[in-house]
């Protein structure tokens, strides 16, 4: 046996998740290792025919006050704390009766899962474990000797080296040891995040972020950037909760976009109709609804064809035949919607590297969030931006009302600001995109830029009119100066929807009025940056 490896003659077990629990055991007591083990766990050993001691055994004491100290005993922690070649350390063994514990297997009480379905304040308390978080940092710091599982995907690591070593290697316990630290991290990350809104708190001293790796990604935005995918926070239907029917690995860009994308899409309530999202680079190029999936696609291409070349496809339903059958007719990164039919994934599979993604659900656009941006030695923490125009009141700020069909264009094309990256202009006509303005320094220059790309996608369609002509339009933030308005007069807008709120408003409503265009306020800025 190598001089790093532990052998196991004592292991003690105390898990909430019992998934392999018994088969593992098992495996142990056929290797000569004797089982200790509490409560439930030990229960469950029992009544599977396995000879198991209660850790009363150990300390002289029941478990008492409901569970709440049976493991903070020196009878256990001296058992793992103990460093195997430290003579001191044998001595305090042999005089106090202790014995090694060379394996720990603890899972913690649910208390994620406990918040996560709603239960009390008190119940939540009650769910927050204290030994076994102390049992496995104890275990974890004295890895030297001691190997700890935190979670049943480590069963097989143990009992595979167990067969083939007779024991633990240093390596492996390291490893645990990281898990298992990580583990305890995220578990007091969970609990202070949840004292945190329970007190309403949003600012707290100290903020903790945890995830876990959902992915090992090839590269980040550029080959020489490191990156990977986690998992954490509150749950949300997306890229997080995805399953990929198909086509190649997803890259970090292919997961930032299809993020933005279907965070779009979101906007748009199935219940309303089909809507199609086309985003390239975090930008929707193009959106629209329709009678049909198929039908929303086709308008929402038709809004710049040539930008939605490489893209993301969000859909807000059940992708179908035949939106799939159009979709696939260009160079398409990634499908993403809450579910598709088996004839759809089957159309999508021919192409091999086309990644198609269903999530389940379609994310909630009101629900509240935390976003994170890293900044140099820091990070900026804000919340969702869960504004929706439908909750908004709407004020007519020049001579003109809007008439119901630009109201309804008004709605649509602010939805769609939103998530363009400011400055942003949109104008759109029969709830669909027809010019996108993204990122400019300056609002003038996306207004200019969105009916550029209309004049453009109505050239490749052999129009001979523009297709803002007769657009509503809508700016993500206030027009500073009437400027940006006239340049969306010129390209032929017939109603704006902006959020208001310049020094200059009256100007900028006075060249309304002046062209017979109707406006609207909606108090409301989405900057996205």
């Excluded at 995220?186 to 202070?192: E, G, K, R, S």
């Amino acid at each position: 046996m190598s001089t790093d490896v532990r052998p196991i003659a004592r292991a003690l077990l105390s898990v909430s998740d019992k998934t392999g629990l018994v088969a593992f055991a098992q495996t142990l007591a056929a290797r000569g290792v004797e089982l200790v083990s509490t409560g439930g766990t030990r229960r469950a050993l029992a009544d599977a025919g396995l000879k198991v001691l209660d850790v009363s055994d150990l300390t002289g004491f029941p478990e008492m006050m409901d569970g709440r100290v049976k493991t903070l005993h020196p009878a256990v922690h001296g058992g793992i704390l103990a460093i195997r070649d430290n003579a001191e350390h044998q001595a305090a063994m042999t005089a106090h009766g202790i014995g090694p514990i060379d394996l720990v297997v603890v899972n913690l009480y649910p208390f994620e899962a406990t918040v996560a379905r709603g239960a009390g304040y008190d119940e939540c308390v009650e769910n927050i474990d204290i030994g076994g978080p102390a049992m496995i940092r104890a275990a974890a710091k004295n890895h030297a000797d001691v190997a700890v599982v935190v979670d049943p995907s480590g069963y097989e690591t143990v009992l595979a080296e167990l067969g083939a070593q007779g024991g633990t290697t240093l390596a492996t316990r390291r490893k645990l040891a990281q898990l298992a630290y990580a583990r305890t991290a995220t578990y007091d990350a969970a609990i202070t995040r949840w004292f945190a809104e329970v007190e309403q708190d949003t600012t707290p001293r100290t903020r903790i972020f945890d995830g876990t790796l959902a992915e090992a990604l090839r590269y980040g935005e550029n080959p020489h950037q490191s990156a990977a995918f986690y998992r954490g926070g509150a749950a949300r239907p997306g890229v997080a909760t995805a399953r990929q029917l198909q086509g190649k690995a997803l890259s970090y860009n292919n997961l930032n976009d299809t993020d933005a994308a279907y965070e779009a899409v979101a906007e748009f309530d199935p219940a309303h109709g089909p809507a199609v999202v086309i985003v390239k680079h975090a930008n929707p190029c193009g959106v629209a609804q329709g009678a049909t999936l198929v039908e929303a696609y086709a308008r929402a291409l038709a809004c710049d064809p040539t930008s939605a070349f490489g893209g993301i496809v969000a859909l807000n339903r059940t992708l179908d035949a035949e939106a799939a059958r159009a979709i696939v007719e260009i160079f398409t990164e990634v499908i993403v919607a809450p579910d598709a039919t088996e004839e759809a994934a089957a159309i999508v599979g021919a192409k091999k590297n086309l990644r198609l993604l269903v999530t389940g659900a379609l994310p909630d656009p009101r629900a509240a969030g935390t976003l994170v941006k890293s900044l140099a030695g820091g990070l900026l923490v804000q919340s969702r931006d869960n504004a929706v125009v439908d909750d908004m009141a709407l004020t007519v700020v020049t001579k003109r009302a809007p008439s119901p069909k630009e109201l309804a264009d008004l709605a649509f094309a602010f939805r769609v600001a939103k998530h363009v990256k400011s400055n942003a202009i949109v104008y759109a006509k029969d709830l669909a995109t027809v010019g996108i303005g993204a990122g400019q320094m300056s609002r003038v220059d996306s207004a200019r830029i969105a009916a550029l790309k209309a004049q453009e996608a109505a050239t490749a369609a052999g129009l001979d009119e523009t297709l803002t002509r007769g657009s509503v339009v809508a700016s993500d933030a206030f027009f500073p100066f009437a400027d940006g308005l006239l340049t969306a007069i010129a390209a032929g807008a017939t109603a704006v929807i902006q959020p208001g709120g310049s020094i200059r408003d009256q100007d900028v409503i006075a060249a309304a009025d002046e062209a017979g265009i109707a406006m609207v306020f909606t108090g409301v800025r989405h900057f996205r940056h």
